[in-house]
C-alpha cells in the first residue's frame, strides 16, 4: 500500500536532491573555486581605495580581458570598530573564498587584519603611509616607505641643505628619520624640529619663522633660503601651509619639501604665486600610461578623477584626499590578477580556511603563504612603477620616482628623478626652472644706484672693460667689498662713476662731487675710497670705515746704552742738579740759622731721641754743676732734615718753634 509523503518532509528531500545533484554535477565538470580579492573598508575615509579597486577590476575584465577574471569583494565596516573588521574579515576568507585583503587607511585597523589574516596564512595588503619602523610577518606594503626617505636624504645631499626646519605632528614620524639625523652625512647639517601641539598650525608657522630670524641661533648659522621638511598628512599639510602663508613664509626664499606625496592633488591655488618652490616625490609612472592609453583608453587624469568624485561624494570634499593610497591600490589589483592565475587549486570545500573560534581553532589556506610570496615576486610595472620593491630588495627593483617643483610660473612640473641606483638626476629644463627662481628672487630685491670714483687699487676698469657693460667693467677692492655686501644683506645695485670727478665738498652752500648725488638722489649709495669728516657727516650717513688711515710722527729709534753709576742723574740736565743742590744748601744755611736764634729750639741736656726729655743721665750729674743748653739743629741734622724733607722720607726729629716749623712746612710744600 502506498501511503503519501508529508508536503514539509517532501520539500527538504527534494531540495537536499538538488543539493547533491548540483554538487555532483560541479565534481563531473571539474568545477574550480574562484578565488577572490578582497577588501575591508571604512565607507567614509577609505572611499578613495574602494575607488581605485573598483576601477582597476573594470579595466582588467572589460578593457584588458584577461583570464581568470579578477572577482573583488569589499565589505565595509565603521571607523575605530576593531571587532567588525575581524568578523568582516573572517566573513570574506569563509563565505567569498577570498585569499587576499586590502586593508583600510588606518594603521591599527590594518594590526588586527594582520594577526587575523596571519593566523588564517592570508596576505594582508597595506597602502597607507605606516611610519612606524616595525614590520610585519606577511602584510604587503605598497607604500614606499624606505624609498621615500632615501630619496628625501638623497635630495638633501644633492642640493647641500645646511639648515633644514622639519615640522612634524606624530612622534613616530620623527622616529623614522632617525637614521637621517643620526648619519655622519649630515653632521654639518643643523636640523630644528618642530612639532604641531594640538593641531595649532599657527603656533608652529610663528616657531619656524622666529627659528629663521635667528633669535636663538648664531648669524652665520642663517642662510639666504630656508628649508622646511613638511612631514604630515594631505590635510595637515595643507593646514600649516595655510599658516605659514598667514606668518608670511610663503614667499621666495623658502623650499618646502612634502613628504605626503600629494603636491599634484593638494589645492595650491593659495600658494603657488607666492614666489615660494614646493617640491616633492611622486611615484606615478607616466610610461605606465603610454603603454596602456591606447590599448585600454587609461588615462592619469580620468583616473584620478574617478577617484576624487568618489571621495567627494562620500565626504562632501574633505581635504584629507590621499591619491597615492588610490594609486598603490590600483597596482594592488594588477599584482594580485598575475599571482591568481599561479594559485593552485584545493578540493571544493567551502570554506577554503576557517577562523579561530572558542570550540576550534584557526584553519588556515593551504596555499596562503604561495599568495603572498607570488604577489611579492610579481614581475609587473603598475601606476607606481615597478612592483619588484615588494621584494624588499632594492637592487632587484628599479623604483624611480619624479621630483616634482611648483615654483614661480605656478604650474606643477617634473624637474627630475630619484631611481634607487643612481640618486637624484635633475633633467637641464629643471636647473633652468631652478634658475629662473633665482632670476625672479634677484628682481623682487631692493636695488640700488651707487656712484663711486676711479682710484686704484679701490675701484678700476678692467683691461678689457671696453668690451663689457654695467658692473661688469669695474673691478677693485670697494667693488669686491660691495658684491659681498650686496650677497649677505640681500640687494643688487648698478654702478657708475661721478659725474665730476670729485669726493664731495661744500661750496655756496651746495655739494658737488658723491655727496652732491646723493643729496640730490642721483644715488643712493656712495662706494669708494671717502674721507669721513664732520661737515659730510652732517649731511649724509656713514658706515663703519673699512680702512683707516692717520698722520703719524717718525722719530729716529735711539741706540741702546748700558747704564753707568750715574745714569740716575739722565733725566734731569746738570742745571737742574745744580739748581736743586743750590735750594738744599741754602734752606740747610736759612733753617740753622733760625733753630739758633729762636730759644724755643734750645732745652736741657739734649738727647736726639727724647728731645723734650731731660737726658737720662742728668741724675748723675753733680748739683752745682753749671746749666748746659742743647740745640737738634745742628748743621749736618740740619742738611739731614731738610734732604729727607725735599725727598719725602721723614725724620726722627722736627721743629718746635713757630719759625722753624713755618720753614719746614715751606720745604715739605715746595
Known amino acids: 500500500m502506498n501511503r503519501d509523503v508529508p508536503k514539509p518532509i517532501s520539500s527538504m528531500l527534494l531540495l537536499t536532491l538538488a543539493a547533491a545533484a548540483a554538487l555532483a554535477a560541479r565534481s563531473s565538470a571539474n568545477d574550480q573555486i574562484t578565488y577572490k ?22 579595466m582588467l575584465n572589460d578593457n584588458e580581458k584577461i583570464t581568470p577574471k579578477v572577482h573583488l569583494q569589499v565589505e565595509y565596516i565603521k571607523p575605530d570598530d576593531h571587532y567588525g573588521a575581524i568578523r568582516k574579515a573572517c566573513s570574506l576568507v569563509e ?188 611615484p606615478v609612472d607616466l610610461s605606465f600610461e603610454k603603454a596602456h592609453g591606447n590599448r585600454t583608453t587609461f588615462s592619469m587624469k580620468g583616473f584620478q578623477q574617478y577617484v576624487l568624485n568618489a571621495w567627494n561624494q562620500k565626504t562632501n570634499g574633505n581635504l584629507d584626499f590621499k591619491l597615492m593610497e588610490a594609486v598603490f591600490a590600483f597596482d594592488a589589483v594588477r599584482a594580485f590578477a598575475k599571482a591568481q592565475k599561479h594559485i593552485p587549486q584545493v578540493p571544493y570545500s567551502a570554506p577554503i580556511a576557517t577562523c579561530r573560534r572558542p570550540a576550534r581553532p584557526a584553519r588556515p589556506f593551504p596555499h ?128 657708475h662713476t661721478v659725474k665730476d670727478g670729485s669726493y664731495g665738498n661744500a661750496k655756496n652752500g651746495t655739494w658737488d662731487g658723491m655727496i652732491g648725488e646723493i643729496l640730490r638722489g642721483e644715488a643712493e649709495m656712495a662706494v669708494a675710497p671717502l674721507t669721513v669728516n664732520f661737515k659730510r657727516a652732517e649731511v649724509v650717513d656713514f658706515t663703519k670705515p673699512f680702512l683707516s688711515l692717520g698722520i703719524s710722527i717718525l722719530f729716529k729709534v735711539p741706540s741702546d746704552q748700558q747704564p753707568d753709576l750715574f745714569s740716575f742723574l739722565n733725566p734731569l740736565s746738570w742745571q737742574i742738579w745744580l739748581c736743586i743742590l743750590g735750594a738744599i744748601g741754602g734752606v740747610t744755611l736759612g733753617m740753622f740759622a733760625v733753630a739758633r736764634i729762636t730759644p724755643y729750639e734750645w732745652n736741657l741736656n739734649f738727647s736726639c ?32 732734615y731738610v734732604t729727607s724733607t725735599m725727598l719725602k722720607g721723614g725724620c726722627d726729629f722736627g721743629p718746635r718753634a713757630v719759625s722753624t716749623r713755618l720753614l719746614g712746612g715751606a720745604i715739605c710744600k715746595s
Not at 385 to 402: H, P, W
Not at 612 to 631: G, I, W, Y
Open 95 to 282: 563565505d567569498h573564498s577570498v585569499v587576499a585583503v586590502v586593508g583600510p587607511s588606518d594603521t591599527y585597523l590594518n594590526d588586527q587584519l594582520s594577526r587575523t589574516l596571519g593566523q588564517l596564512d592570508l596576505p594582508l595588503i597595506t597602502v597607507n603611509d605606516d611610519f612606524r619602523l616595525d614590520n610585519h610577518e606577511g602584510r604587503l606594503q605598497l607604500f614606499p616607505r624606505l624609498q621615500l626617505f632615501d630619496a628625501v636624504s638623497d635630495m638633501f645631499k644633492y642640493w647641500k641643505w645646511q639648515r633644514i626646519t622639519i615640522v612634524y605632528e606624530d612622534d613616530a614620524r620623527i622616529r623614522r628619520i632617525k637614521s637621517i639625523l643620526e648619519s655622519d652625512q649630515f653632521k654639518n647639517t643643523r636640523f630644528i624640529l618642530i612639532r604641531v601641539h594640538d593641531k595649532d598650525y599657527m603656533r608652529a608657522a610663528k616657531e619656524v619663522k622666529e627659528s629663521e630670524e635667528c633669535r636663538y641661533l648664531h648669524k652665520k648659522d642663517c642662510s639666504e633660503f630656508n628649508r622646511v621638511l613638511v612631514d604630515l598628512s594631505p590635510e595637515q599639510s595643507f593646514n600649516f601651509l595655510l599658516a605659514a602663508l598667514r606668518m608670511g613664509l610663503i614667499e621666495l626664499k623658502h623650499w618646502f619639501v612634502l613628504t605626503s606625496m600629494e603636491l599634484s592633488s593638494l589645492d595650491m591655488d593659495l600658494f603657488r604665486h607666492n614666489h615660494a618652490r614646493f617640491i616633492s616625490p611622486n
Open 37 to 58: 580579492l578582497g577588501a575591508v573598508l571604512r565607507e567614509r575615509e577609505d572611499a578613495h581605495i574602494a575607488a581605485a579597486l573598483e576601477f582597476s577590476v573594470m
Open 609 to 640: 731721641c727724647t728731645a723734650h726729655q731731660p737726658h737720662p743721665a742728668a741724675s748723675f750729674t753733680p748739683a752745682d754743676a753749671p746749666v748746659e743748653l742743647s740745640n737738634n739743629y745742628s748743621f749736618f741734622n740740619t742738611l739731614w
Open 368 to 495: 596562503g603563504k604561495m599568495v603572498g610570496l607570488l604577489m611579492k615576486n610579481v614581475n609587473e610595472k603598475g601606476l607606481s612603477g615597478d612592483l619588484r620593491r615588494l621584494t624588499g630588495d632594492e637592487k632587484a627593483s628599479n623604483f624611480t620616482m619624479r621630483i616634482q617643483l611648483l615654483g614661480y610660473s605656478g604650474d606643477l612640473e617634473d624637474i627630475g628623478f630619484w631611481n634607487s641606483n643612481v640618486s637624484v638626476d635633475i633633467k637641464p629644463d629643471g636647473r633652468k626652472q631652478l634658475m629662473k627662481n633665482k632670476q625672479v628672487s634677484d628682481e623682487l630685491k631692493p636695488h640700488f644706484r651707487v656712484t663711486t670714483i676711479m682710484e686704484r687699487p679701490y675701484v678700476m676698469h678692467k683691461t678689457n672693460h671696453y668690451e663689457l657693460s654695467h658692473n661688469n667693467k669695474y673691478e677693485g677692492f670697494c667693488i669686491d667689498l660691495l658684491t659681498e655686501l650686496s650677497k649677505d644683506l640681500g640687494f643688487t645695485f648698478s654702478i
